[in-house]
């Protein structure tokens, strides 16, 4: 096994996209089901190789996370 695709299996995503046109995970995807339980939310482009994932605004308060996935 490479070491792209030992890093995918430890971080629970899979080694190939289905979706390569779109370069997307399913909504039903553990990954994306995980973020949703940790609270956050996915932007309406879902989680791809540069998802971005917040918590709504409290206040003034904003919390937005992008993530780089090679």
């Known amino acids: 096994m490479g070491t792209a695709a030992a890093a995918a299996m430890r971080l629970g995503l899979?080694?190939?996209l289905e979706?390569?046109?779109s370069m997307r995970l399913p909504e039903d995807q553990r990954v994306v089901k995980q973020i949703a339980?940790?609270?956050w939310r996915l932007t309406k482009w879902g989680f791809g190789p540069w998802a971005r994932i917040?918590?709504?605004t409290q206040g003034q308060q904003r919390r937005c996370v992008q993530l780089a996935v090679l």
Request: net charge positive; aromatic share 8%; no cysteine.
């Open 14 to 16: 899979p080694e190939r």
């Open 37 to 39: 339980k940790a609270k």
């Open 54 to 56: 917040y918590r709504p």
């Open 19 to 21: 979706d390569r046109r």
